[in-house]
C-alpha cells in the first residue's frame, strides 16, 4: 500500500489534536485512607437501681484497631466508684478485649475476655472468656470502627470468686450469644445497642443477660466531641449473697474520640 504525504500529514494532524485532551487530563486521586486505630475516652454519670443504688461517676477508655477485610481489636477499661450517705454505692473495675478475623460472605470468628470485679456485689474476681463464629448482616467501615448489624454464637468460660468469709467461687462452660448493631443514622446522631447472653451449657437456668442501648449525639464535629444518653441492664439469674438478680443503670457521657 503506497502511503502519500497528504495521509502522512493527515494523521499528524488527528494525533496532535488528541494528544493534548490525554496530557491536559487530570489523574484521578486515591480515596482518602481510613486511619485503622481510633481511641475515645469518656467521663460519665450514672444513675443506678438494683444492688447500687444513687448517682456515681465513672471513666471509660477503648482504642479500636480496624482493618474492614482483615479484623478488627477492641481494647477497653472502665472505673467507678462513689459513696452514698457514707456507704459504698458503687466500686468497681473492668477491662478486656475483643478480637474479630473477617471470612468471606459477611462471616467472621471472634474471641473476646473480660475481666472484672465489683464489690458491692461481692464479686472479687469474674472472668468472661468466649469464642465462636459471627454473621454481619451489614458492615461498612467508618472513622474509628464499623457501622454494623451483627449476631454472635459460640461457646465460652466464666469463672466467678466472690467475697466474704465463705467464699465461694464458681466455673462454668457456657454457650455464648450475642448482637450488636452500630448504625449512624444522620450526620450528628448515632444508635447502638448490644446484647449477650451466656447460659451455663449445664444449667440453662443459669445465665447472665446484659443490654446497652445508648444514642450518640454530635456536639463539635471538628473536635469530634459527642453526648451519649443510654440505659444499662444486667441479668445475673444466681447472684452472689443476697444481692438482687437485676441491675440497672441510666447513664450520660461526654465522649472526646481522636
Not at 479484623?71 to 456507704?87: E, I, M, Q, W
Not at 466472690?162 to 450488636?180: K, P, Q, V, Y
Not at 443459669?206 to 450518640?216: E, K, L, Q
Request: a negative charge; proline letters at 4%; aromatic letters at 12%.
Amino acid at each position: 500500500m503506497k502511503i502519500t504525504f497528504p495521509l502522512i500529514c493527515a494523521v499528524f494532524a488527528i494525533v496532535s489534536a488528541i494528544a493534548p485532551v490525554y496530557a491536559d487530563e487530570p489523574a484521578a486521586e486515591p480515596a482518602p485512607a481510613i486511619n485503622p486505630w481510633g481511641f475515645n475516652v469518656a467521663a460519665e454519670s450514672r444513675y443506678m437501681g438494683g444492688n447500687s443504688e444513687g448517682k456515681t461517676a465513672g471513666l471509660n477508655a477503648e482504642a479500636n484497631y480496624v482493618r474492614p477485610r482483615d479484623f478488627s481489636v477492641k481494647l477497653y477499661g472502665a472505673a467507678r466508684y462513689n459513696k452514698t450517705d457514707g456507704k459504698v454505692s458503687e466500686h468497681n473495675a473492668s477491662g478486656g478485649a475483643d478480637t474479630e478475623l473477617f471470612l468471606p460472605l459477611l462471616t467472621g470468628v471472634y474471641v473476646r475476655e473480660e475481666l472484672s470485679t465489683d464489690r458491692v456485689n461481692d464479686i472479687r474476681l469474674r472472668s468472661t472468656f468466649a469464642a465462636g463464629g459471627e454473621y454481619f448482616i451489614f458492615k461498612h467501615a467508618v472513622p474509628g470502627g464499623l457501622e454494623m448489624l451483627r449476631l454472635r454464637a459460640g461457646f465460652g468460660h466464666r469463672y466467678e470468686k466472690h467475697r466474704g468469709e465463705a467464699a465461694a467461687s464458681s466455673s462454668d462452660i457456657t454457650l455464648d450469644f450475642g448482637a450488636r448493631l452500630h448504625k449512624r443514622l444522620s450526620d450528628v446522631f448515632a444508635w447502638t445497642t448490644e446484647i449477650t447472653y451466656t447460659p451455663a451449657v449445664d444449667d440453662f437456668a443459669d445465665y447472665r443477660v446484659s443490654h446497652d442501648s445508648h444514642c450518640a449525639v454530635d456536639l463539635i464535629s471538628g473536635w469530634r466531641v459527642s453526648q451519649e444518653f443510654g440505659v444499662l441492664n444486667e441479668y445475673n439469674s444466681h447472684p452472689a449473697g443476697d444481692n438482687k438478680k437485676l441491675d440497672t443503670t441510666v447513664y450520660f457521657r461526654i465522649k472526646k474520640t481522636w
